[in-house]
Each structure stands twice: as structure tokens, then as C-alpha cells.
């Protein structure tokens, strides 16, 4: 794919495996129907990760016996271009990965994150809306419109938006350094002998410029997601970021406006999503009644 900034990003597709081999069907039947009767859920990885790291590819597997899935590297990840910006510029990288599923014909496209990865998905579910723009008027360029007009310059795909949100082990703020991991990645992110270790240790290339402005917190992004159904799952173990987080994500949110699972002995991301809960997540996802 190719990002609205120029960006290449690598991207894999899996479609639906739901009935695959089923009895006098001869195909799946998820396979046999068209794209548009099967929702689409967009993976978005945490910082270091990638779409071939071995949680991301167990994600995927669990959610395509519901739908179909794309995952995919974020910008300085894996084989993707670019340098990461650590949540900033990586909601562009999200954005390509959903307008691609639309393209494919999905119409109804759901957004995972974790971690990292979950911060990016709470503010694409801000910044992008299937609402019409103010006055019924679109950019030359096809310009999606925008709840928040955060950054001058920025292009928006038409049909980038997601349908519903789902955020694992997201922080809620900026800059939280509250625990050791997290004062780890900040040296990781911050200084140069920490980017090297990024670079030639977990495969993750750094971006060294500040960010300017100061994207939109995880916080500030949740009310802006509804009328997007949006849930919030965090383990009581996530040695990243307490409990406060996504209880604070959950008071942020419009009254109804998301769902907060709270699970036990579960750490950090999608290393510690087992696949009870990932088959859960995907139940959510496409709306169909757990087994």
C-alpha cells in the first residue's frame, strides 16, 4: 500500500476461512459470497511489531474464522518504508490499510489495535467519518472528511473510516513514563544509542523529530469516535500502563459510547491476548453471538 504521505507499507489480505470444507459445500461459503456480505477487521499492531511477527499471524488466524483480515507493518516496521513516529503519522498507514479493504469491496470494516497500535486506532476513529463534510462540498482530491482538521496539509481517503473501534492495552496519554517499560521505550524512542537498539535489536526504525504538533491524545480521540461502537479491552496485569488508563478511556466516552473489558491475568497486547480472547474480540467485531 501507499500511504496518503508517500509512504510504502507492506499489507497482507486473508480472507474469511468461516465454513471452509463444510460438508456437501465444496468451498467456503464465506468465499463464495461477495466481499460486501463479509466484514473486513484491520490489525493494527504495538511498537517493535509486525505483520509477520508470530502474535500478529495467531491474531489473524483467530479473527479469519469470522472475517475477513488485513494486517499489516506500521511505517519502520518489518518491510514497510519510513521511520516510525511512534503513533503520529501512523494513523496515515491505518487509514491506507482500511480504504484497501474497502476497495476489496468490504462494507463493513472493523479496526484492532494493541498497545501502540491501539492508540492509533481510538484517533483514526476520531479523525476519520463516514459523515458527509460541512456544506456537501470534497476536495479535487477526493478529500474523506474529518472530525478534527488536526494537521493543515493532510490528505483524507474518501472511504477510510472505520465501522467500530476496538483498543487493547492503549494508553490513554502522551508521555506516560509511570513504569518501568515505559521508561525503557522512552529511551528506546529518545535518545540515539536507544534508536540503535530499536533499529538493530527489534527491527524498528525511529523517526528522531519531535512531534510537532502534538497529535491528539488516546483521550481526547474517544469522544469523537460515536456514533462508531467502540471497545476497550486491557489486561489487570499490563505491566505498560495500570488500570487508570483504560478506565480513563472509558469515562472519556460518550454515555453508552464504549464497552470496557477488563480481563484477568491478561498482560500487555497482542503477546498476551490468548485465543479465547481474540475469538471474543472478533465475536464483537462482526456482531455475531459468542459460542
Known amino acids: 500500500m501507499l500511504t496518503d504521505d508517500g509512504v510504502p507499507v507492506e499489507a497482507v489480505y486473508e480472507p474469511c476461512t468461516a465454513g471452509f470444507g463444510a460438508p456437501g459445500d465444496g468451498a467456503s461459503g464465506a468465499l463464495a459470497a461477495s466481499p460486501a456480505a463479509t466484514p473486513a477487521i484491520v490489525v493494527a499492531h504495538g511498537f517493535t511489531g509486525s505483520a509477520d511477527r508470530p502474535a500478529v499471524r495467531r491474531a489473524a488466524r483467530v479473527f479469519a474464522q469470522r472475517a475477513a483480515v488485513i494486517t499489516f507493518s506500521f511505517r519502520g516496521h518489518g518491510r514497510s518504508g519510513g521511520r516510525s513516529t511512534v503513533g503520529d503519522r501512523e494513523v ?127 483521550v481526547a480521540s474517544v469522544p469523537l469516535i460515536a456514533p462508531a461502537p467502540l471497545l476497550l479491552v486491557h489486561g489487570d496485569r499490563d505491566p505498560y500502563f495500570p488500570l487508570d488508563h483504560p478506565r480513563m478511556l472509558a469515562e472519556a466516552a460518550a454515555p453508552g459510547g464504549a464497552e470496557l473489558w477488563v480481563e484477568r491475568g491478561m498482560g500487555h497486547a497482542e503477546n498476551a491476548a490468548d485465543d479465547a480472547l481474540l475469538a471474543r474480540i472478533a465475536d464483537w467485531a462482526t456482531g455475531t453471538p459468542p459460542a
Open 92 to 218: 496515515l498507514d491505518l487509514a491506507a490499510a482500511v480504504a484497501w479493504a474497502r476497495r476489496l469491496g468490504h462494507t463493513r470494516v472493523v479496526t484492532v489495535g494493541f498497545s501502540m497500535g491501539g492508540s492509533v486506532v481510538l484517533r483514526h476513529g476520531a479523525l476519520y467519518t463516514a459523515e458527509p463534510v460541512a456544506g456537501g462540498a470534497e476536495s479535487a482530491a477526493g478529500v474523506a472528511p474529518v472530525r478534527v482538521p488536526e494537521r493543515e496539509g493532510r490528505i483524507r481517503r474518501t472511504g477510510a473510516h472505520s465501522d467500530a473501534v476496538v483498543s487493547v492495552s492503549a494508553p490513554a496519554r502522551w508521555y506516560y513514563r509511570g513504569t518501568a517499560p515505559m521508561r525503557r521505550l522512552h529511551w528506546v524512542v529518545t535518545r540515539p544509542s536507544g534508536r540503535l537498539v530499536g533499529r538493530y535489536g527489534f527491527r524498528t526504525r525511529i523517526a528522531t523529530e519531535d512531534w510537532d504538533p502534538v497529535p491528539l491524545s488516546p
